[in-house]
Every structure is written in structure tokens, then in C-alpha cells.
């Protein structure tokens, strides 16, 4: 009879510290032979030239402080998405592309938002209707003042672009917008005609307010005070002096 004996347990114990040993000691050399590769391949293909683009409203010292760091390494290391994510936490980033131009560049095209008002005095409306706050020296002139309740911007966005292109045949746009916690609209165009607008048919108030215009107005813009449009009929108009009939 054949009659095999099994291992003694401290010679399996013994092979699991010898296999140990040498699983840990190929860790070790793949792990030199890795480093020295990455060493290698950061001292041959450095990056040498960014170039940025697009970079007009936005801090190009802050811009410059995000990359120097990220792009101090090799063609092959830089992490692109990291360089992407970090410039979209910038309040004028829109949009972000990074790539690599071989042997030794990268190229930065930043896409800027486009900014349509000033939101409540103390913040930038863009026109996808995102409410951001860059450092206000860096604001655009000339920008309308678009006021409203908190969580409201979208609505009073959306308003502003639909009124603006009733007003064009008046060739006059809005310089002030504002929807009053009672939900009433107020607004001045930027000939100085104040526009009382009351909350009911809107658009269609400030429609015919288009159309009846040169008949009331004219060229007398300037002697306007302020067109009331709340009437459901009809409009009232303060002049500035008498007219004279």
C-alpha cells in the first residue's frame, strides 16, 4: 500500500514566508523600475510651452497659478482632466479644453461665459442663465440691472430676451428689468422711459405698447415720464410738461 505523508506544518508555514518574501521583493523592484521610467520620461519630454487662449475677463495671474504647477512634468504625466477641472472652478470659466501638442505643449482654449446682466447688484446673470460672481472689476460695462426674488433669475432671464425683441422696432432695449416680490414687472428702456407693466399679459401689453408708439410718442421721447401699461384696455402716459393741443 501506498501511503503518502502530508506536510508538516512548519514547513508550510515556512514556504508562506519564503512566498511572501519574494512577492514582496518583486514589489519593490517593479515599483524602482516604474519610478525610474517615470523619471526617465519627465527629464526627455518636459513640457516647455503652454499657450492659453481666450482668456479675456478671467484672472489670467490665477490661470497662470493653476497650470504652473500641473504642467511642471512630462508630455506623457500631465493630467489634462485635473488642469480642466481646476480652471472650470473659476466663476468667468464657461468651458475648458486642454490638449497636447507633441513633444513639449499644451494648449488651453478657454470658453468665457457670456454675461447679460448684472443679477440683484451683487452678481453676473449669464445668458445660459447661471448666476456667478467674478471680481467686480472685471465686470463688463454698459450691462442692464436685472432685479427679482431670490431663485427667480431664470424667469426674469427668459423675460428680458423675449421683451428686448418686441422693443427692437423701437430700436431701444431694456437698461432695467426688475419682477417685485408681489410679481409685477418695472422696467426702463434705455432712452429713459419708465415702463409700469403690472403682472397679467405682459408680453402682450408691451406689444402693443410697440405698435401704438410713434402715434403717442413720436419724438418725444425725452418728455416722457413714464408710460403706465396696467390697464387692460389701454395705457396712461406722464409727460414731463403740458402738451400742448
Same mark, same amino acid.
Given at each position: 500500500?501506498?501511503?503518502? #505523508?502530508?506536510?508538516?506544518?512548519?514547513?508550510?508555514? %515556512?514556504? =508562506? +514566508? /519564503?512566498?511572501?518574501?519574494?512577492? &514582496?521583493?518583486?514589489?519593490?523592484?517593479?515599483?524602482?523600475?516604474?519610478?525610474?521610467?517615470?523619471?526617465?520620461?519627465?527629464?526627455?519630454?518636459?513640457?516647455?510651452?503652454? #499657450?492659453?487662449?481666450?482668456?479675456?475677463?478671467?484672472? %489670467?495671474? =490665477? +490661470? /497662470?497659478?493653476?497650470?504652473?504647477? &500641473?504642467?511642471?512634468?512630462?508630455?506623457?504625466?500631465?493630467?489634462?482632466?485635473?488642469?480642466?477641472?481646476?480652471?472650470?472652478?473659476?466663476?468667468?470659466?464657461?468651458?475648458?479644453?486642454?490638449?497636447?501638442?507633441?513633444?513639449?505643449?499644451?494648449?488651453?482654449?478657454?470658453?468665457?461665459?457670456?454675461?447679460?446682466?448684472?443679477?440683484?447688484?451683487?452678481?453676473?446673470?449669464?445668458?445660459?442663465?447661471?448666476?456667478?460672481?467674478?471680481?467686480?472689476?472685471?465686470?463688463?460695462?454698459?450691462?442692464?440691472?436685472?432685479?427679482?426674488?431670490?431663485?427667480?433669475?431664470?424667469?426674469?432671464?427668459?423675460?428680458?430676451?423675449?421683451?428686448?425683441?418686441?422693443?427692437?422696432?423701437?430700436?431701444?432695449?431694456?437698461?432695467?428689468?426688475?419682477?417685485?416680490?408681489?410679481?409685477?414687472?418695472?422696467?426702463?428702456?434705455?432712452?429713459?422711459?419708465?415702463?409700469?407693466?403690472?403682472?397679467?399679459?405682459?408680453?402682450?401689453?408691451?406689444?402693443?405698447?410697440?405698435?401704438?408708439?410713434?402715434?403717442?410718442?413720436?419724438?418725444?421721447?425725452?418728455?416722457?415720464?413714464?408710460?403706465?401699461?396696467?390697464?387692460?384696455?389701454?395705457?396712461?402716459?406722464?409727460?414731463?410738461?403740458?402738451?400742448?393741443?
Amino acid at each position: 500500500m501506498d501511503v503518502r #505523508r502530508g506536510e508538516q506544518p512548519g514547513n508550510l508555514f %515556512h514556504h =508562506a +514566508v /519564503q512566498a511572501f518574501k519574494a512577492l &514582496l521583493l518583486g514589489t519593490i523592484i517593479i515599483s524602482c523600475i516604474v519610478g525610474l521610467t517615470h523619471f526617465r520620461i519627465s527629464s526627455y519630454f518636459p513640457i516647455k510651452t503652454v #499657450r492659453v487662449y481666450g482668456a479675456n475677463r478671467v484672472d %489670467h495671474n =490665477a +490661470v /497662470q497659478q493653476v497650470l504652473t504647477p &500641473l504642467v511642471n512634468r512630462s508630455f506623457f504625466t500631465v493630467n489634462v482632466e485635473y488642469i480642466r477641472d481646476r480652471l472650470l472652478q473659476m466663476p468667468w470659466v464657461g468651458n475648458i479644453f486642454v490638449r497636447r501638442h507633441w513633444p513639449d505643449q499644451v494648449e488651453v482654449t478657454i470658453v468665457e461665459k457670456n454675461a447679460v446682466g448684472r443679477w440683484n447688484n451683487e452678481s453676473l446673470l449669464s445668458e445660459a442663465g447661471e448666476v456667478f460672481s467674478p471680481a467686480q472689476a472685471s465686470y463688463p460695462a454698459g450691462l442692464p440691472q436685472l432685479i427679482g426674488p431670490t431663485g427667480k433669475h431664470t424667469v426674469v432671464l427668459e423675460y428680458y430676451k423675449q421683451m428686448n425683441r418686441l422693443l427692437e422696432p423701437l430700436h431701444a432695449r431694456i437698461s432695467y428689468l426688475e419682477l417685485t416680490p408681489y410679481l409685477t414687472w418695472k422696467m426702463t428702456l434705455n432712452n429713459g422711459i419708465i415702463l409700469q407693466m403690472g403682472h397679467k399679459d405682459i408680453l402682450t401689453r408691451l406689444s402693443h405698447f410697440v405698435k401704438v408708439y410713434p402715434k403717442i410718442v413720436g419724438d418725444r421721447t425725452a418728455d416722457v415720464d413714464y408710460v403706465d401699461l396696467r390697464y387692460p384696455n389701454g395705457m396712461a402716459v406722464r409727460w414731463r410738461s403740458v402738451v400742448k393741443t
